[in-house]
């Protein structure tokens, strides 16, 4: 069982099956998933949208190099809006949703209605890969559901069969209790046939998220889903929540407002609260601090 299983942390795990053949990568994000939760005051309903996507975002970022990140979008016409998340090689995300306090009434499984709160739209993957302009990729949803619509991401957009499997179990107190993933792709030259037999073994499997709940680590996921082909685990990986945010960024967005909106922002607040998106991070500038960047800023136009 991984370290993640015993409760030291999130974590992913990224190998090969079949010889090579087979891309796998699992992870536990329960507390990642909960982080992000009690950052943004979500919902049952938005917190499981948001969850499973950073699920999939970290494994996005694990397939990156060095400083390359990835950003996902999905933007839809449900009550959520839209879900934003960020990921890097290292294993840290970030993300948020349109409307936090998003919770519908289950699904006809009983389950989270994750696709009612997202509804129709896009699903959009802007790679930056520290080069020129970054690769972009975008496909319709086809379900709400999240892995799905990554699933079909994967496939129309870049040519490779995949099997996504996502999900985040919420407790009767709000917070998240089990959350993870599985991510199962063909390499190229893998051979038509291996896709329908994994697909039909991760239908098999339980939802990801009450195998995690039961105590399931990477390993067992990705064991469960290789079964008798052979498993060469790649490397291991802590995922976390962990924001680029700064009160040095945000001073440096101030003082780009310019000479004139600081003067208005002193005269008609005397201060000023921002707020990070991706964290819900809150910094305060007051009176003197504005005061200190006007001054920057007007020596600038100068």
């Known amino acids: 069982m991984s370290m993640a299983a015993h409760g030291n942390g999130d974590e992913l795990v ?33 917190a499981a949208a948001l969850g499973r996507t950073l ?4 494994f996005l970022g694990a397939m990156l190099k060095d400083s390359q990140r990835v950003f996902v979008e999905i933007a839809g016409d449900g009550p959520l809006g839209f879900v934003r998340a960020d990921a890097d090689p290292q294993g840290r995300v970030r993300g948020y949703v349109g409307n936090p306090h998003v919770h519908l009434p289950a699904n006809a499984k009983g389950k989270l209605d ?23 990729g975008y496909v319709p949803l086809v379900s709400g559901e999240i892995g799905e619509d990554f699933a079909h ?19 009767t107190d709000g917070r998240v209790r089990a959350s993870g993933g599985l991510l199962v792709q063909l ?9 329908p037999m994994l697909e039909e073994r991760a239908r098999a499997l339980p939802p990801v998220s009450r195998a995690i709940d039961a105590g399931q680590g990477p390993d067992d996921l990705i064991g469960a889903v290789a079964q008798d082909l052979d498993v060469k685990i790649l490397r291991r990986l802590p995922v976390r929540f962990s924001c680029r945010c700064s009160r040095q960024r945000f001073e440096r967005a ?3 407002l310019g000479e004139e909106e600081l003067r208005d922002m002193l005269d ?9 998106h991706f964290c819900a991070q809150h910094y305060r ?18």
């Open 14 to 46: 990224q190998a090969l099956l079949a010889g090579g053949r087979v891309r796998a990568l699992a992870a536990v994000t329960t507390r990642t998933a909960e982080e992000a939760r009690w950052r943004h005051d979500l919902y049952p309903t938005a």
């Open 55 to 58: 699920t999939v975002s970290a």
């Open 114 to 136: 994750v696709a009612g709160a997202i509804g129709r739209g896009m699903l959009h993957i802007v790679r930056d890969l520290g080069v020129g302009q970054p690769y972009r």
């Open 153 to 171: 991401y994967f496939m129309y957009s870049e040519q490779t069969p995949s099997v996504v499997a996502v999900g985040v179990l919420v407790d």
């Open 187 to 195: 390499l190229p030259g893998a051979g038509e046939t291996l896709i």
């Open 254 to 256: 101030l003082v780009a």
């Open 268 to 276: 008609s607040d005397g201060s000023a609260e921002l707020v990070c």
């Open 285 to 302: 500038f007051s009176a003197r601090d504005l005061e200190t960047l006007l001054a920057e800023a007007t020596k600038r136009e100068q």
